[in-house]
């Protein structure tokens, strides 16, 4: 399945997108993340979509809230 993961960079609030095939969500947004950072971008994912629905996202892991606090 194609997704498209939606987010923003961490420290220039930036927007970034990326289309990925996978096999779930969560691997949908690993392999997005992982091409974000190769390119320099640290990725805040807000949502993942597929056709015909919208996945919310994972909860952010804990280095994302530490860092908001």
Same mark, same amino acid.
């Given at each position: 399945?194609?997704?498209?993961?939606?987010? =923003?960079? %961490?420290?220039?609030?930036?927007?970034?997108?990326?289309?990925? #095939?996978?096999?779930?969500?969560?691997?949908?947004?690993?392999? @997005?993340?992982?091409? !974000? %950072?190769? %390119? #320099?971008?640290?990725?805040? =994912?807000?949502?993942?979509? @597929?056709? #015909?629905? =919208?996945? =919310?996202?994972?909860?952010?892991?804990?280095?994302?809230? @530490? %860092? !908001?606090?």
């Amino acid at each position: 399945m194609i997704f498209l993961i939606v987010g =923003v960079d %961490r420290d220039s609030l930036t927007s970034w997108h990326e289309s990925v #095939g996978a096999r779930d969500v969560a691997t949908a947004r690993r392999i @997005a993340c992982s091409h !974000a %950072r190769a %390119r #320099g971008i640290d990725p805040v =994912v807000v949502a993942a979509v @597929a056709p #015909g629905q =919208v996945v =919310v996202a994972e909860p952010a892991p804990p280095s994302v809230s @530490a %860092r !908001a606090a």
